[in-house]
């Protein structure tokens, strides 16, 4: 499915940016904001400041149909390192990605300001950049992008931007603002301006969740105005394991629910997501296109397969997971439609939604029905906002209607087996397309008996601290699927320092390994992991003399890092457990004189227990972790950090190891 950004995201990339092409300007709208610096404090330690931020999006009646004029203006204050870091906006770069399809670039406009006040250089058309954007796994679509990097300017300047843009088809996107940035902003203001006869739809986010945001509403000459207005906003500190940081901006969001044509006829978007399921249904269902040689293929894949509707729907989702290469071509409403099943069977390739509507038209020639479902993918559950086409989903699956009830599946996975989904399509809600219209369904979830690990090493510790061993790894779910994508991507000779990262144990080196259920299994199967590897466990022993050894000299950390002014939620990933064991024989004379007590620590969000025993001159240590939810809201951090401070606690009790007499 075509990346269509939620609104939050596409407004981290309109906000700061401006674009245009050959073409007249939009009179008022392609006029830079008026620069006021009078007053300002100096800046204490920023690096750039939003002075001001300003969206109007205008909806307007057309002979061709409605659309929506969106025009974005900035002036930006930078300081000392302007160009920021990995993790920040550089405020010297403005630019924009936009549609062929769908996007008129009417007007770019940017100029630097100098410290005293004056212009230095205005930037246009003919300074810009301007080339094809999308993913290197695409093999066509006709985004673009359009963008311009400004000389670095003295500290104290003021970059400004202007971006004019026209969107037919408004009633497809969302449309939004956000407040704020990862820089201060001193005014931010949103105007939506909707002529008598449209009808829009708004709601408001903060952190994930639902907000109450009104805003000033005036009518005059037939136009209806909402402006939503916020200033000084600190910025916003990015911190590891959140949500994108545009989520954690309180942003507005919007649709154009109804509008009145200009012969007077009314004209209704998808009311709710129902109707959006069945919208999307007369968009796609041209494209089950049945062929002799898809016959001939589900004829020749099932030879060998009994009467199970089940075996029969797993051989035909392995086949399609396995020979059709994920490779898309997205043009116009290719983005969102997927091509017909008979091009994509030919071609052996397509995207996310090309093979699931193959392997819907391959179970189809089977007698076995099935939902296209659309999703948001990735590791922060988006919320459903509105029902658009463009803006709620990222990605396209299966919900196959057995006999025996729903089967999901994710044919784009390349190790995924049938009836289960990686992480980033579990605990969703999603979206199956009908013709009657489904509501939104909630995805599998994950489980952590399902995502599991169960690690052990038996290693032998040589006097001056370092021990190898065997280990071995049984891996089921995502960690087993993991396993096999290494496989599948990495070169031989990088295989080994890839498996040492996927053991728990701190600091080692793989030098051998095996697997066994190595190639991607119809039918969900554990990969089992087995082999040698080399680690440091302490300093040196010397006779006479004692080392200190911690549980984090064995183990990597079990949590993230987060501090006690976090404010965002913390994302912890899928529901999954994990045990891990070493046991470490000890040399000649060695002992252990004194071990730590066991912990356990039970919360609504994890559980923990780390024990230590020693027995027959060998030391066996165990640490045992389930994750119950996937996000820590904000409401639980200060448990969630209290769990972390005494987790970390016990990993860092260590163990008294004598070396024994001299």
């Not at 007249?24 to 610096?37: C, I, K, N, R, S």
Request: charged share 25%.
């Amino acid at each position: 499915m075509k990346y269509r950004p939620a609104p939050a995201t596409l407004l981290a990339v309109l906000l700061l940016a401006a674009c245009a092409t050959t073409g007249g300007t939009a009179g008022g709208d392609a006029a830079f904001l008026p620069l006021e610096l009078a007053g300002l404090s100096p800046p204490t330690g920023e690096r750039a400041r939003v002075l001001q931020s300003e969206q109007i999006l205008r909806f307007q009646r057309t002979p061709e149909g409605p659309i929506a004029v969106v025009v974005e203006k900035e002036q930006v204050q930078v300081f000392h390192d302007a160009a920021g870091d990995d993790e920040s906006q550089d405020y010297t770069q403005v630019g924009t990605s936009y549609s062929q399809t769908f996007d008129q670039l009417v007007h770019f406009a940017a100029r630097v300001i100098g410290p005293d006040g004056r212009a230095e250089k205005t930037y246009g058309n003919d300074d810009a950049m301007d080339g094809p954007a999308f993913a290197g796994f695409i093999l066509y679509a006709d985004d673009r992008a359009r963008s311009l990097d400004l000389p670095d300017p003295a500290p104290g300047s003021v970059i400004e931007s202007v971006i004019v843009r026209r969107q037919r088809s408004p009633e497809m996107f969302a449309y939004g603002h956000a407040f704020g940035a990862d820089v201060p902003v001193l005014r931010s203001r949103f105007t939506v301006e909707v002529p008598d006869g449209f009808v829009i739809e708004h709601e408001a986010e903060a952190f994930g969740a639902a907000i109450e945001s009104k805003p000033h509403i005036e009518k005059k000459n037939g136009v209806t105005r909402y402006v939503w207005e916020r200033r000084d906003l600190p910025a916003l500190e990015a911190e590891e394991h959140a949500p994108p940081p545009s989520t954690m901006l309180e942003q507005v969001v919007l649709r154009l629910a109804q509008w009145t044509d200009e012969a007077g006829a009314v004209h209704q978007a998808p009311a709710d997501a129902v109707a959006l399921s069945s919208y999307s249904h007369t968009l796609m269902k041209d494209q089950v296109e049945v062929t002799p040689e898809i016959e001939a293929k589900v004829k020749e894949l099932l030879a060998d397969v009994g009467d199970d509707p089940r075996a029969r729907a797993r051989r035909l989702y392995a086949w399609t997971r396995d020979s059709i290469r994920y490779c898309a071509v997205e043009v116009g409403m290719g983005g969102f439609v997927p091509h017909s099943s008979a091009a994509v069977e030919k071609n052996r390739y397509g995207d996310c939604k090309d093979k699931a509507n193959l392997l819907k038209t391959m179970l189809h020639v089977d007698g076995i029905e099935s939902r296209i479902v659309t999703i948001f993918a990735d590791q922060w559950p988006e919320p459903f906002r509105l029902p658009v086409l463009a803006g709620n989903f990222n990605h396209a699956i299966l919900l196959v209607d057995l006999p025996s009830g729903p089967i999901w599946v994710d044919p784009t996975t390349r190790t995924t087996p049938f009836d289960d989904l990686p992480p980033v399509d579990e605990d969703r809600l999603a979206l199956p397309i009908s013709a009657k219209g489904d509501p939104l369904t909630p995805t599998l979830a994950s489980d952590p008996a399902r995502e599991r690990r169960a690690t052990s090493a038996e290693l032998t510790l040589a006097p001056d601290g370092t021990a190898q061993g065997t280990f071995t790894a049984e891996t089921n779910g995502f960690y087993a699927d993991t396993v096999r994508d290494l496989l599948l991507s990495e070169p031989e000779a990088r295989r080994p320092e890839a498996v040492a990262k996927l053991l728990p144990f701190d600091d080692a080196r793989v030098t051998r390994f095996a697997v066994d259920n190595a190639a991607p299994p119809e039918e969900v199967t554990p990969a089992l992991i087995k082999g040698e590897l080399q680690t440091r466990v302490s300093a040196p022993l010397t006779p006479g003399a004692d080392v200190l050894v911690a549980a984090r000299a064995l183990f990597n950390p079990s949590l993230p890092l987060v501090t006690p002014t976090r404010k965002a939620p913390i994302v912890l990933g899928p529901r999954k457990s994990s045990v891990e064991t070493v046991v470490l024989k000890l040399p000649a004379g060695a002992t252990v004189t004194r071990t730590p007590a066991p912990i356990e620590i039970d919360t609504p969000f994890l559980r923990y227990t780390l024990a230590w025993t020693v027995s027959d001159g060998a030391l066996r240590v165990t640490r045992e972790q389930t994750t119950k939810v996937r996000v820590v809201q904000k409401a639980e951090l200060a448990a969630f950090l209290d769990a972390s401070a005494r987790i970390a606690a016990a990993e860092e009790q260590k163990i008294v190891l004598h070396g024994g007499d001299r």
